[in-house]
């Protein structure tokens, strides 16, 4: 998965919470600290995903690289 489209995804989760704001001015803006929570723990598990790919696509560069050398 190319580091663009986890950006795309993490800036469309974002906007899809920019979007619920109305335009009324709101004396005491609420932050639902739960959705943040969520969405936090969501993007780690992503970040931890692609990188475990990005680490086996290269052992196994690595591997096929050097059974071609000998």
């Known amino acids: 998965?190319?580091?663009t489209m986890v950006f795309v995804m993490l800036m469309a989760v974002l906007a899809l919470f920019?979007?619920?704001v109305s335009s009324?001015?709101?004396p005491?803006?609420?932050v639902n600290f739960q959705a943040l929570k969520k969405v936090g723990k969501t993007v780690k598990k992503v970040f931890g995903a692609v990188s475990?790919?990005?680490t086996a696509h290269e052992l196994y560069q690595s591997a096929k690289n050097r059974g071609q050398q000998g």
């Open 52 to 54: 475990a790919a990005a």
């Open 28 to 30: 005491d803006p609420k």
């Open 1 to 3: 998965m190319k580091l």
């Open 18 to 20: 920019a979007g619920g």
């Open 24 to 26: 009324a001015p709101n």
